[in-house]
């Protein structure tokens, strides 16, 4: 049996130029192939703060490595320029 997803980390970002929230999630959890390995899963959600809703998925990035740097640099990114940090190669 494999195991459900385990949430990590969370965080809510505001871009201050633009005032535009967004849901920063990373959980680990099984992959769909019959090995079932554990892996990483970082995505982005704009976020409605008046109504505390998650909105439309902006970003998603997977990987078995460096999840904790992939969610604290697009966390930054967001906030400094109201982008997703895109270029997981460079997460380290």
Not at 28 to 46: C, G, L, N, P, Q
Not at 51 to 71: A, D
Request: hydrophobic residues 30%.
């Amino acid at each position: 049996m494999t195991k459900p997803s385990e949430g990590m980390i969370g965080s809510y970002v505001c871009h201050m130029e633009s005032g535009k929230w967004f849901n920063v999630s990373t959980i680990e959890r099984s992959d769909s192939t019959m090995y079932a390995m554990r892996f990483s899963e970082t995505i982005v959600w704009e976020w409605d703060a008046e109504k505390k809703e998650r909105g439309e998925m902006i970003y998603q990035y997977g990987g078995s490595r460096r999840c904790l740097n992939v969610h604290f640099n697009t966390c930054r990114s967001l906030f400094d320029t109201g982008l997703p940090f895109t270029d997981a190669d460079d997460n380290d």
